[in-house]
């Protein structure tokens, strides 16, 4: 089945930096990839997602960039806040059926 | 629009017990899932649910976990019994299905199994 693995476990910004957070997937098949974002105490919440028809998505901070060949893709964010730090998770779907598969998580944390 | 409530929010059981979680999915959403969240494991796929009907039933959880969707608007999972290792944030999301993918995930339920 589909493996996906999210490459950074934490990353540490400086506030107005950006943050890039890379992904790898195993199955060729894989069509969506859509990122969540949980805050500490809090449950999942969607953010940004890319279909494999684009390569390029954005949505005003945030960017997703994907590769099919190289099976990755990443969330970047700029301009960076310190409401924007949290755990975001990627995760791959297949065509096959509505079943995601996460990545382990990356946290963010912004520095002032 | 109500999002997706489950209940209890925290959830303390003894070695052996059997304990109940609720789900309540947004409404009209025809997909419903089940997630187990460790900090070790993630998020792992414990059920899935479209149009109440089980679609996947998460292989390595089979034994003791039963998810069950008794109408659209609201679903249970079964952990009988349990043990100190179900210790985890037991999270319920839905989804519109079909190409609609976007899953919201409820708060989700804390339980610890003593």
């Known amino acids: 089945g589909e493996k996906v693995e999210q490459h950074e476990s934490t990353l540490s910004v400086r506030e107005g930096d950006s943050a890039v957070i890379n992904c790898t997937y195993t199955?060729?098949?894989?069509?969506?990839f859509p990122w969540y974002k949980q805050e500490a105490g809090k449950s999942l919440h969607f953010v940004i997602d890319?279909?494999?028809?684009?390569d390029r998505k954005q949505s005003q901070r945030l960017t997703v960039l994907l590769d099919k060949k190289a099976k990755r893709f990443s969330l970047h964010i700029t301009a960076t806040q310190p409401e924007d730090s949290a755990i975001y998770f990627c995760?791959?779907?297949?065509?096959?059926?509505?079943?995601?598969?996460f990545g382990i998580g990356t946290r963010v944390l912004v520095r002032p | 629009d109500a999002g997706v409530t489950q209940t209890p929010r925290h959830e303390v059981a003894e070695k052996g017990q059997t304990i109940i979680l609720k789900c309540e999915p947004v409404?009209?959403?025809?997909?419903l899932f089940w997630y187990r969240q460790t900090k070790i494991q993630g998020l792992e796929l414990l059920s899935y649910?479209?149009?109440?009907?089980?679609?996947?039933d998460g292989g390595a959880f089979k034994d003791r976990f039963k998810a069950e969707m008794l109408n659209s608007s609201f679903s249970t999972l079964k952990i009988q019994p349990t043990e100190p290792k179900d210790s985890a944030v037991y999270l319920c999301?839905?989804?519109?299905?079909?190409?609609?993918?976007?899953?919201?995930f409820g708060p989700g339920t804390r339980l610890l199994v003593l």
């Open positions: 999301a839905s989804s519109v299905g079909g190409n609609q993918d976007t899953q919201y």
């Open positions: 199955d060729t098949a894989s069509s969506y």
């Open positions: 890319i279909r494999s028809n684009v």
């Open positions: 995760a791959a779907r297949n065509s096959a059926g509505n079943k995601l598969t």
């Open positions: 409404s009209g959403h025809n997909d």
């Open positions: 649910f479209r149009s109440k009907s089980l679609m996947e």
